[in-house]
Structures are given as C-alpha cells and as structure tokens.
C-alpha cells in the first residue's frame, strides 16, 4: 500500500462543465476526508464519511458539490457546472477512528477552471 | 468560533538559528492539536502532536491553556526545515481545522 492515491493529479475544465475526483485510501482505513486549498490558505474541510456514510458536510459544499463512497472504499467528489472561484487544490486524506488517529493526505488534485 | 490563526505567512531565519513558528487557536471544548508540515513536492504529513510531547526532527510543541498556543519551536534550524508548516485542530467530529500556514525558510 502506497498511501492515499488522487487522481487525477491536475485538472484543467472549461467554467460550465463538470469535474469529478477520485480518491483511494489506505485500504483499513474507514474513515475518509475531503478539503479543499486555495493559494495562501491552509485546507479547509468539506466534508467526510465513515465507511460509506457522509457524516458531516461543510457550508463550503454548495449544491454543485457532491460526494460519495458507495462501498466505504474509494470516494470521488464531483463539481457541476464549475466556476472560476472553485479553481484550488482538492485533498483528501483517510484514517481509522479511535484513540488519536491520525490522518494521512494524499497528493491532491490541482482544478483550474478557465 | 473554532479557529486557528498562525501570524506570521513567511519566516526566514539562518542556519543555527532558533525557530519559533506561532498557532494560536480558538475552541471551546479541550483541543487537540497538531502540526502538519509540507515540504517542496511532497504531501501534507503529520509532524507532531500535543498528546504525544514528543520531539520530531528536532521539533517540540507544548499546548499552553491559558494563551491558547500551540508555538512550535527548534533549537536550532537547518536547512531541511524549510517548508511549509500548518497549525491544525481537531474538533470533536474528527475533522481538521487548519492555520493559513506559515513558509519557514531556512538560509545557509
């Protein structure tokens, strides 16, 4: 197992069009995590599950965003009719839950929305 | 609010020289704390984390209660240090809550 696995790496879209993520965890771990970095700021939350449910959604994920992991594996995170302002560095990062987990970040996806 | 604040976007210091790079937080709760560094090329990886006061490449953190710090310092810098470091809380749903970052470089 190499680590979390994005792909893929960059993206570059046309604003209007749609985009979607994958990401692949550390194969134990349940619980998986998505956040989003722009240029000059730290990641910031979007949202995450454990196994296959979405437990917490942030305000940051408006209703073009959508994620999921249909078998409590691999996650993908889809953006619909995308917009300049949704160009960032798209992380996501898995652990297991209990104790102090840690959680292990992945390369990242770089969108650029034109 | 729950929210992490780390002053300072660039730090230069030379080699040999001690290094203090500033987090402070706000959470209502009891923290737990974590430093998070990315070197040039390379993911996010875990540094070091209060719970465990534990020294890393060098690196300590001590969680301060009262001013609501987690600073983390080094003795002495070298110039493999250079990169990026983020202040991170974890609140009680398990997700992380990032500082802006701080660029630490390191000159010979």
């Known amino acids: 197992d190499t680590g979390v696995s994005q792909d893929p790496r960059h993206k570059i879209t046309k604003r209007g069009q749609n985009v979607t993520f994958r990401c692949d965890p550390i194969?134990?771990?349940?619980?998986l995590y998505w956040y989003r970095q722009t240029l000059g700021q730290g990641p910031e939350f979007l949202t995450y599950?454990?196994?296959?449910?979405?437990?917490?959604k942030s305000r940051l994920l408006s209703d073009r965003f959508s994620a999921e992991r249909p078998k409590g594996s691999f996650s993908t995170l889809e953006i619909q009719r995308t917009e300049q302002g949704d160009s960032a560095m798209y992380l996501c990062?898995?652990?297991?839950?209990?104790?102090?987990?840690?959680?292990?970040f992945g390369p990242g996806t770089r969108l650029t929305v034109t | 609010a729950q929210r992490v604040t780390q002053p300072e976007k660039l730090l230069s210091v030379f080699k040999g020289a001690p290094v203090e790079l500033k987090c402070n937080y706000s959470?209502?709760?009891?923290?737990?704390l974590f430093w998070y560094v990315q070197y040039s090329r390379q993911r996010l990886q875990l540094l070091l984390r209060?719970?465990s006061r534990e020294s890393i490449k060098g690196f300590t953190a001590d969680l301060n209660k009262g001013e609501t710090s987690f600073h983390l310092k080094k003795p002495f810098a070298q110039e493999e240090d250079s990169a990026m470091y983020y202040c991170?809380?974890?609140?009680?749903?398990?997700?992380?809550?990032f500082g802006q970052g701080t660029e630490l470089s390191v000159k010979p």
């Open positions: 599950f454990q196994n296959e449910a979405q437990l917490e």
């Open positions: 990062a898995s652990s297991v839950t209990g104790g102090s987990y840690e959680q292990y």
């Open positions: 959470y209502s709760g009891s923290p737990e």
């Open positions: 194969s134990e771990h349940n619980r």
């Open positions: 209060h719970i």
């Open positions: 991170a809380l974890r609140d009680q749903g398990g997700k992380l809550i």
